[in-house]
Nanobody, 123 residues
Framework: QVQLVESGGGLVQAGGSLRLSCAAS????????MGWFRQAPGKEREFVAA????????YYADSVKGRFTISRDNDKNTVYLQMNSLKPEDTAAYLCAAKKVIVALRTKNYDYWGQGTQVTVSS
């Protein structure tokens, strides 16, 4: 089993920044990947970014490319999402997820999910 705990969410004004963290514990998969997704009320869960633990694969949704940066610290089993130039439309619950293999990282077919952390961007 893998446990994922997100932190770093909060309320920020448009144009501001936040850094989310996702700490993984339990069994981790060195050949796998981590992803960030977000879900706003009444909307589908959508892909935000993903990174392999090797760092060789990094993907972003078009809506966040150039503003968000995903990174990982293998020693700490932690993945980060640096979010800059935040917009009101970025408001959502942000969830991290773990996948055992590096396949279809943009889809929602991950093996483990965290509980999420709320990000609210005011205009």
């Amino acid at each position: 089993q893998v446990q994922l705990v997100e932190s770093g969410g909060g309320l920020v004004q448009a144009g501001g920044s936040l850094r989310l963290s996702c700490a993984a514990s339990g069994r981790t998969f060195s050949n796998g990947a981590m992803g960030w997704f977000r879900q706003a009320p009444g909307k589908e869960r959508e892909f935000v970014a993903a990174i392999s633990w090797s760092g060789g694969y990094i993907y972003y949704a078009d809506s966040v490319k150039g503003r968000f940066t995903i990174s990982r610290d293998n020693d700490k089993n932690t993945v980060y999402l640096q979010m800059n130039s935040l917009k009101p439309e970025d408001t959502a619950a942000y969830l991290c997820a773990a996948k055992k293999v590096i396949v279809a990282l943009r889809t929602k077919n991950y093996d483990y999910w965290g509980q999420g952390t709320q990000v609210t961007v005011s205009s």
